[in-house]
């Protein structure tokens, strides 16, 4: 049985609400999945980030980014799919046109983005 939890989180603090301090458990990169779409009015990427928590493998977090802006995923090396950990700051009061968040591992530079919308899910089978 999987139970989802489903929340739009408005920072780093709030996503610690909801996963407590094991943040930095969900340390290995499941996947990274982009798409594009479009309307008349506009073009939107988006991305879908899994982590999987590595002392737990049947927890894992998603972190969906929508309308990105800014786009940078740098793996190389055996372990490259490995992470310190996620940060998401509230990015909103530079004034960056649809950019209200950045998404960043914030050790090793291995992802970064900027975008206007974030969603987390929690999966645990």
Known sequence: MTTMIERTV????ELNKIIGDRIVQFNTVKSILTSRSESPEEIVYCCRIALRNEGSPLEEIEIECGNIKRFRVEFTGVDSLRISGLQILNIKSRGWEHQNWEV???EDGKILLAC??????????
């Open 10 to 13: 408005p920072g780093f603090e």
């Open 104 to 106: 960043s591992d914030y």
């Open 116 to 125: 206007r919308d974030v969603l987390i899910r929690l999966k645990i089978d």
